[in-house]
């Protein structure tokens, strides 16, 4: 995560916050210095029991909501710092226009600073990848995980 020029007041570790598909993941913690580096894989894994046509997994994932947040470990709870939130279909199928390289590597967005974080918006590069796979269930009944 870059933020050029920009000094944070308080000194206590950040980490990114990352909700996909209705599950919850964060990073390691990181020092208050800008450029942050998270250099982490979070793997999210997920099921479709009732699924069995592609286009319903497209619908599903169109009407979740991924969510990335900055925060320091500021007490009592911690500072959301930045945000950042985007259809889960998006998220991990943006537009090849979207893109710096080959399919989901190299992504830069700007999140949306928080009314307490002075300065420019923070700008998170990262990448994602996607599996699809079509397995049995123990009843004879396919679906897409």
Not at 82 to 102: I, S, V
Request: glycine share 6%; with cysteine; hydrophobic share 40%.
């Amino acid at each position: 995560i870059t933020c050029p020029g920009v000094l944070l007041k308080d000194k206590e570790e950040l980490y990114l916050s990352v909700s996909v598909l209705g599950q919850y993941k964060k990073t390691q913690c990181v020092p208050a210095a800008f450029p942050l580096f998270f250099q982490e894989k979070l793997v999210f894994e997920k099921a479709f029991a009732d699924i069995v046509d592609p286009g319903d997994l497209v619908e599903l994932l169109e009407l979740d909501t991924a969510v990335l947040e900055l925060i320091q470990l500021v007490p009592p709870v911690g500072k959301i710092l930045a945000t950042y939130e985007e259809n889960t279909r998006d998220f991990l199928f943006p537009d090849p226009k979207r893109t710096c390289g080959h399919h989901g590597l190299d992504r830069e967005i700007l999140m949306k600073r928080s009314s307490s974080f002075t300065g420019i918006a923070p700008k998170l590069r990262f990448s994602t990848s996607s599996l699809i796979t079509e397995s049995l269930l123990s009843s004879g009944r396919s679906h897409i995980q």
